[in-house]
């Protein structure tokens, strides 16, 4: 079985990610870590050096290759499911656990690294709420196409036994 986990920047895939595949005995893969791994290069200077187009492009190649693993976790980015076909991709080889996180707590959640996150590069500070509160309402038709959703603010080590169960 392969578990995605998607959801807003914030929402805690890779941190809940990590510890769900430990808690299952599950391979865990972060799919940004793959991409940066694969081009030697960290998110935001793939953004920079070559835009967000090639971005999505390699995104999506690096998330198909994960199908060489049938028993594994892994992270998205917040935009991977909205792009290239990959939410269908998702839900036809795996399961989709949205983790969904308000505006505000996802905002606190991320303050200490949102400068260094490409989606908010060129936003000023008392815009921040509003554009993360307009991108997840973009999003949602991606997002909730999940076949679980939980609230990222609620969550623990034994949440991974509750997704099993219904899978």
Not at 119 to 131: A, M, P, T, W
């Amino acid at each position: 079985m392969r578990i995605f986990i998607i959801g807003f920047m914030g929402s805690g895939k890779s941190h809940w990610g990590k510890i769900w595949a430990e808690e299952s005995k599950m391979n865990y893969y972060d799919l940004d870590a793959l991409i940066i791994a694969e081009e030697q290069l960290s998110i935001e200077e793939i953004f920079e050096k070559k835009g967000e187009a090639y971005f999505r492009k390699i995104e999506a190649t690096v998330l198909r290759s994960t199908i060489e693993d049938e028993h594994c976790i892994i992270s998205c980015g917040g935009g991977t499911p909205c792009f290239v076909e990959n939410m269908t991709w998702m839900n036809e080889n795996g399961v989709t656990v949205y983790l969904k996180g308000e505006s505000v707590w996802l905002l606190q959640n991320m303050s200490e690294e949102i400068h260094h996150r490409p989606l908010f590069k060129n936003i000023d500070q008392s815009e921040i709420l509003g554009f993360i509160e307009e991108k997840i309402k973009e999003r949602s038709v991606y997002y909730d196409k999940a076949q679980i959703l939980l609230p990222s603010a609620v969550q623990n080590k034994d949440t991974i036994w509750q997704i099993l169960s219904t899978i």
